[in-house]
């Protein structure tokens, strides 16, 4: 298990014991969406929903107890004549008999831990207006490939942590990610980023081992500390000419890398100290190529660690 930076793993409790609902009770009037399950009969989605309900909008808290033997969902956009815009931290956590969701697009918000462990999630359409997913919203579930909405604002930590994902296509041009928040999607394969992201977050894709495909875009000008680290089979990276800066431990671990770090970077963390080596930015790495304006820091780092090559299989100068 790769540790995690930043945050720790959520609660995995039963869903269905969520309390709070719209006035009091989730009884109101139907005025949504079809709950497309072929087990939900003639019912209402009120009753089929645990939900809250403010002055902007309703958030769905969970299943109702007859609801939770459903395979397949599908929330709907009103409930009691308000729009569904939400839905609410750990709403479906831990239900293992979900297969397909399908959400409206008046839903923003996805919060944290939300559909966790639902072991079984393996399909999901996603709100066109999406804005923000919480922390481990989709840790442990089932689904293999999914696109995310050029709506989407913010990626919070550990959101595909320990889940089957393997191919995941930002549509926007720019999004928020917090650090950690592609870390421990370990059958990750291939990322298609926001175009215009401007930062390779802290820890993203730490410990992503059979991630082999990512492009990181031409607007980014810093790669954050553990920002690829133990991405094994990553071969071949190109780090574009904006990049002044590298962080401490961003490429540890790329023991198959083809590496050429660019002349515009000004800032690079070799993440030595007197205690380990273990962190060191390049440690392990296949190959890198590197300007030789960096030679000095680089046999420092040999006759103050005992560090040859910068930590890398094999190191030659630009």
């Known amino acids: 298990m790769v540790p995690l930076i930043g945050g720790g793993q959520g609660n995995t409790e039963k869903p269905g014991g969520n309390e709070g609902t719209g006035d009091g009770d989730n009884s109101g009037n139907e005025s949504g969406g079809e709950t497309g399950d072929n087990n939900s009969g003639e019912e209402k989605p009120s009753s089929l929903f645990q939900y809250t309900i403010a002055d902007n909008g309703v958030t769905v808290t969970g299943l109702t107890e007859s609801a939770l033997s459903l395979t397949d969902i599908t929330i709907p956009d009103q409930l009691e004549e308000k729009p569904v815009i939400a839905i609410g931290a750990s709403a479906f956590q831990s239900n293992t008999t979900l297969e397909t969701v399908i959400m409206p697009n008046t839903i923003t918000s996805i919060g944290d831990r939300a559909f966790l462990a639902c072991s079984s999630l393996s399909e999901i359409t996603l709100s066109n207006n999406l804005k923000d997913i919480g922390m481990q919203a989709f840790g442990q579930v089932a689904i293999k490939n999914i696109t995310l909405p050029a709506s989407l604002e913010t990626i919070n930590m550990f959101v595909f942590a320990s889940s089957s994902i393997e191919s995941i296509t930002f549509e926007g041009t720019n999004c928020t990610f917090s650090e950690s928040c592609l870390q421990q999607a370990t059958n990750l394969k291939t990322v298609v980023l926001p175009s215009q992201l401007t930062t390779i977050s802290k820890a993203l894709f730490y410990g992503d081992s059979s991630l082999t495909n990512v492009v990181i875009p031409d607007t980014v000008t810093s790669i954050g500390p553990h920002a690829f680290r133990d991405c094994s089979s990553v ?18 671990g790329c023991s198959s890398l083809n590496l050429t770090v660019p002349t515009t970077v000004t800032t690079i963390d070799f993440g030595c100290s007197i205690i380990t080596t273990t962190t060191a930015t390049f440690l392990n790495v296949k190959s890198l190529r590197i300007p030789s304006k960096w030679k000095t820091d680089i046999n420092n780092l040999l006759s103050s660690y005992k560090l040859s090559n910068a930590g890398a299989q094999s190191l030659t100068y630009l």
């Open 235 to 252: 071969t071949t990276l190109t780090i574009p000419s904006k990049v002044t800066s590298i962080g401490v431990a961003a490429f540890t």
